[in-house]
T-cell receptor, first 112, second 113 residues
Framework: DVKVTQSSRYLVKRTGEKVFLECVQDMDHENMFWYRQDPGLGLRLIYFSYDVKMKEKGDIPEGYSVSREKKERFSLILESASTNQTSMYLC???????????FGQGTRLTVV | GENVEQHPSTLSVQEGDSAVIKCTYSDSASNYFPWYKQELGKRPQLIIDIRSNVGEKKDQRIAVTLNKTAKHFSLHITETQPEDSAVYFCAASKGRGNTPLVFGKGTRLSVIA
């Protein structure tokens, strides 16, 4: 079974805090993604990575950064959390452009 | 970049009826079109996908059709059941390994028993 695991299911953070969301996959996938899911807006791509230490901006990268030091791990960083970053965050991984993407269980982040 | 539009945003059907969800995409270079189902509180999971070299694919009660000329693709669910109730997302991507999936905004399907 492919496993994509996110470190937290629920997080509550204060405005201005630095927040780390961690994602680990066990299928040796080259490509990893961070999406944000909001009602009525679907899944919007924040950042993705196609190799260790490589990263590409998605559609909504402002306020976020990422780190990929190892192939299996992809971290999303909120440099200074704000209330408009309250959302569900989904990590995904896949092998190639025409392959299935596997999702983590999601992290529901609330910024107060 | 790619833009995927999905309609309708909500859909209610009687159990046993069919449901159809439609998506359009903007980038003619896209050649992979998956559909994901997300049940309440769960992660999205692939239910069916289609590649641009075929026009239709079927898996039991689920089928997907693709019209590359018009740049649209559709999900068809026949004989709907209450367990089909979920949010469905369409997506598109190009064939290159490092291209991400671009998702539609989702359709909330409710199957009424």
């Amino acid at each position: 079974d492919v496993k994509v695991t996110q470190s937290s299911r629920y997080l509550v953070k204060r405005t201005g805090e630095k927040v780390f969301l961690e994602c680990v996959q066990d299928m040796d996938h080259e490509n990893m993604f961070w999406y944000r899911q909001d009602p009525g807006l679907g899944l919007r791509l924040i950042y993705f990575s196609y190799d260790v230490k490589m990263k590409e901006k998605g559609d909504i990268p402002e306020g976020y950064s990422v780190s990929r030091e190892k192939k299996e791990r992809f971290s999303l960083i909120l440099e200074s959390a704000s209330t408009n970053q309250t959302s569900m965050y989904l990590c995904a991984s896949r092998t190639g452009g025409r392959a299935e993407a596997f999702f983590g269980q999601g992290t529901r982040l609330t910024v107060v | 970049g790619e833009n995927v539009e999905q309609h309708p945003s909500t859909l209610s059907v009687q159990e046993g009826d069919s449901a159809v969800i439609k998506c359009t995409y903007s980038d003619s270079a896209s050649n992979y079109f998956p559909w994901y189902k997300q049940e309440l509180g769960k992660r999205p999971q692939l239910i069916i996908d289609i590649r641009s070299n075929v026009g239709e694919k079927k898996d039991q009660r689920i089928a997907v059709t693709l019209n590359k000329t018009a740049k649209h693709f559709s999900l068809h669910i026949t004989e709907t059941q209450p367990e089909d109730s979920a949010v469905y997302f369409c997506a598109a991507s190009k064939g290159r390994g490092n291209t991400p999936l671009v998702f539609g905004k989702g359709t909330r399907l409710s199957v009424i028993a």
